[in-house]
């Protein structure tokens, strides 16, 4: 098992401390006792059938589950349309005005939408692209930064019934070609730039250079945001027939636009994710089972109230941002905040600031930017009021106790519950987690799977354990349809280690009181800072460096990260290993994949360790890398290698 050993030993020395619902947080809760875990275990299909008439749906479907693994169609029949659901249904009473989204821009700048007016901004959008030819079926692409035309952008999609395809902004043009080709997306939406840091990012340049030469892109709509203010005209250099600038498009369109009445098994969206080959994946998701699961979570692990003003500090780029910055909390008839920069920009109080002046209720980021905090000091989050919060919530990899109890402590004023959400773009919503005025928590684990989930920790075989593989053994709402054109891949990634059951990727143990501890990831996955990144896909950007002979890629731990990344490099006859040559590499890996993929190491060798066979020993590397003592090198072609190495890292600092 590759599950992080160091992970595992704070587990076993932290599964004593406990910490209750406080008793005026669980009075008021919206689920306040165990009755849906009841529910769910006497009848887990009703269940997840009550939880979808929280929806709209234009048609009631005849059959709640159709599971013939590994594809499963759940409210069969039924059709609703998530723009509805996030929008239109809103609008009949009082709501209709008020926020749906709140946002704040890196340098200060300020909006607002209530639900009407995002629902007509939307509305018009999606006439736009049905002007420009896009109809349900049809694949958009999305690269655009943290404003409140991505959640738009996506709304219309789901409107008119097209399938957003959203590609993180800090991704290279390389990996935006590549998701574009993969999903043969004919309309892309896009800005001039986005902020970051007091920097612009080029969004524009980025996009024509991603889209250079691909025929399949028919139409490109670009929101004017951030030019250089040296007039670079490279930001927004418009292509005439095939650039639209979104207010001339928005503008001219009408703010009425019927929303397709969708099968439930439509396609919603398309989410590109990492796994162990060279190759993201296309992870789709459809429509009637992901409302239902992320409207269930949002209204209940966030433990949302009319009156709440909700933050979840994820990229829309990612799965945390459709799930529960758009489809969730907006089905839910939410507040959302929403802010576009970094948290240290201009200061380190940034997040602080924004929670004072927006009332923010409800906080929801990652462990990697609560070492951040934690690491730059409490005096930052101690010049802000930050007493309007009262939940707190965590994802994206496992977190640390002592992080778990700084942010209880510092952020929550020791008062706030705090919820360790476990799930994945695959899961689509949230499946192992607290529900804050019921569960007893634990810092470090992320409890028990929410009600109507069934999840175990297996071992190879397929028989429960104590410490061992972390499965989800029924089908649920929000899972993954398939893997965009590979079906293959769909089965042998997920369904091949056992019969009809989920495999996550994940290691994880159990406690006495049946609670779950994710230890990691046991496949060639990295998490940097809640980022996933695939190693194969950083070996090959490493090995396409025309320096380069052969390269491995390895994780190491870091402190705030979480994971760093370590490469390890032979290169080719005639190339001499220099400072130069190391920031050439990262920057290389930079520019194929994106910033979040470079290199924190690189280190020059003349041979990789390998077994006699020819593997590539990973594990003795990430030793090396972590300066752990060596583990059995028996197996290996040249022992010497590995001691070689060793010596010269430590060399190396
Ligand atoms: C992987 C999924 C789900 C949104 C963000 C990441 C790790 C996620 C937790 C948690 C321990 C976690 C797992 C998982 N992970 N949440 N609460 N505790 N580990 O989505 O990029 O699909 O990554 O993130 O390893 O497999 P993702």
């Known amino acids: 098992?590759?599950?992080?050993?160091?992970?595992?030993?704070?587990?076993?020395?932290?599964?004593?401390?406990?910490?209750?619902?406080?008793?005026?947080?669980?009075?008021?809760?919206?689920?306040?006792?165990?009755?849906?875990?009841?529910?769910?275990?006497?009848?887990?299909?009703?269940?997840?059938?009550?939880?979808?008439?929280?929806?709209?749906?234009?048609?009631?479907?005849?059959?709640?589950?159709n599971w013939d693994p590994p594809h499963a169609e759940?409210?069969?029949?039924?059709?609703?349309?998530?723009?509805?659901?996030?929008?239109?249904?809103?609008?009949?009473?009082?709501?209709?005005?008020?926020?749906?989204?709140?946002?704040?821009?890196?340098?200060?700048?300020?909006?607002?939408?209530?639900?009407?007016?995002?629902?007509?901004?939307?509305?018009?959008?999606?006439?736009?692209?049905?002007?420009?030819?896009?109809?349900?079926?049809?694949?958009?692409?999305?690269?655009?930064?943290?404003?409140?035309?991505?959640?738009?952008?996506?709304?219309?999609?789901?409107?008119?019934?097209?399938?957003?395809?959203?590609?993180?902004?800090?991704?290279?043009?390389?990996?935006?070609?590549?998701?574009?080709?993969?999903?043969?997306?004919?309309?892309?939406?896009?800005?001039?730039?986005?902020?970051?840091?007091g920097n612009v990012l080029r969004l524009k340049?980025?996009?024509?250079?991603?889209?250079?030469?691909?025929?399949?892109?028919?139409?490109?709509?670009?929101?004017?945001?951030?030019?250089?203010?040296?007039?670079?005209?490279?930001?927004?250099?418009?292509?005439?027939?095939?650039?639209?600038?979104?207010?001339?498009?928005?503008?001219?369109?009408s703010p009425k636009c019927p929303a397709e009445p969708m099968a439930s098994e439509d396609l919603l969206y398309i989410l590109y994710t990492s796994g162990t080959t060279g190759k993201?994946?296309?992870?789709?998701?459809?429509?009637?089972?992901?409302?239902?699961?992320?409207?269930?979570?949002?209204?209940?692990?966030?433990?949302?109230?009319?009156?709440?003003?909700?933050?979840?500090?994820?990229?829309?780029?990612?799965?945390?941002?459709?799930?529960?910055?758009v489809y969730g909390p907006l089905a839910a008839g939410a507040t959302v905040f929403m802010y576009e920069g970094a948290p240290d920009w201009p200061e380190r109080d940034r997040f602080w600031e924004l929670v004072e002046r927006y009332g923010v209720s409800i906080l929801y980021t990652a462990p990697t930017a609560i070492r951040a905090f934690m690491k730059w000091g409490e005096e930052w989050p101690e010049k802000h009021d930050l007493s309007s919060l009262r939940l707190l919530g965590t994802v994206g990899e496992p977190i640390n106790p002592e992080a778990w109890e700084w942010y209880r402590e510092h952020i929550g004023g020791g008062e706030c519950p705090i919820v360790d959400t476990w799930w994945q773009t695959e899961t689509g919503g949230i499946m192992i987690t607290p529900l804050p005025g019921v569960t007893t928590t634990k810092p470090g684990s992320a409890t028990e799977p929410f009600p109507g989930i069934e999840a175990a920790i297996l071992d190879d075989d397929g028989n429960e354990a104590e410490s061992g593989y972390l499965a989800i053994t029924e089908p649920w709402p929000s899972m993954l349809r398939g893997v965009w054109g590979d079906e293959e891949r769909f089965r042998e990634t997920y369904w091949s280690k056992w019969d009809d059951t989920y495999f996550p990727g994940d290691g994880a143990r159990v406690d006495g009181d049946g609670d779950f501890w994710i230890l990691g990831r046991v496949d060639d996955v990295l998490n940097v800072a809640g980022h996933r990144i695939g190693t194969m896909e950083v070996e090959s950007a490493v090995v396409d460096h025309p320096a380069t002979a052969e390269a491995a890629v390895v994780g190491r731990k870091d402190e705030v990260k979480g994971e760093a990344i370590a490469a390890f490099v032979s290169l080719k006859e005639g190339y001499e290993a220099s400072d130069g040559l190391q920031e050439e590499i990262r920057e290389h890996?930079?520019?194929?994949?994106?910033?979040?993929?470079?290199?924190?190491?690189?280190?020059?060798?003349?041979?990789?360790?390998?077994?006699?066979?020819?593997?590539?020993?990973?594990?003795?590397?990430?030793?090396?890398?972590?300066?752990?003592?060596?583990?059995?090198?028996t197996t290996l072609a040249d022992p010497d290698v590995v001691e070689r190495l060793k010596q010269k890292y430590e060399e190396g600092g």
């Open 1 to 65: 098992m590759a599950a992080s050993p160091r992970r595992e030993i704070d587990v076993l020395l932290h599964e004593g401390r406990r910490v209750e619902p406080p008793e005026d947080f669980r009075r008021e809760a919206r689920v306040s006792d165990r009755t849906p875990y009841r529910r769910a275990g006497e009848d887990r299909l009703a269940f997840w059938e009550e939880r979808a008439r929280e929806l709209d749906w234009f048609e009631e479907w005849d059959e709640v589950l």
């Open 205 to 253: 340049r980025d996009a024509d250079e991603a889209i250079e030469g691909l025929d399949v892109v028919e139409n490109v709509i670009v929101v004017r945001r951030g030019f250089s203010a040296e007039g670079d005209e490279t930001f927004a250099r418009m292509q005439e027939g095939r650039d639209h600038w979104y207010e001339d498009v928005v503008g001219e369109a």
């Open 74 to 197: 759940w409210f069969v029949g039924g059709r609703l349309n998530a723009a509805h659901n996030c929008l239109d249904r809103h609008l009949d009473g009082w709501r209709a005005n008020k926020a749906a989204l709140i946002w704040e821009g890196e340098p200060g700048d300020r909006r607002t939408y209530t639900y009407r007016e995002l629902h007509r901004e939307v509305s018009r959008l999606a006439n736009g692209m049905k002007e420009m030819g896009v109809e349900k079926g049809d694949r958009v692409a999305i690269y655009l930064p943290m404003i409140p035309e991505a959640a738009v952008a996506m709304l219309a999609c789901a409107r008119i019934g097209a399938v957003h395809s959203v590609v993180f902004g800090g991704f290279s043009p390389g990996s935006l070609r590549s998701r574009i080709q993969d999903a043969g997306a004919e309309l892309l939406i896009t800005a001039t730039g986005g902020y970051r840091r």
């Open 280 to 325: 993201p994946k296309g992870v789709m998701h459809t429509t009637g089972g992901y409302m239902t699961q992320v409207q269930a979570t949002t209204e209940w692990v966030f433990d949302l109230k009319e009156e709440d003003v909700y933050w979840c500090t994820a990229d829309v780029g990612w799965v945390t941002g459709h799930s529960y910055i």
């Open 589 to 633: 890996v930079g520019q194929e994949i994106g910033a979040i993929a470079k290199p924190a190491d690189v280190i020059f060798t003349a041979d990789l360790p390998k077994t006699r066979s020819g593997k590539i020993m990973r594990r003795l590397l990430k030793d090396i890398a972590e300066g752990e003592a060596l583990g059995d090198t």
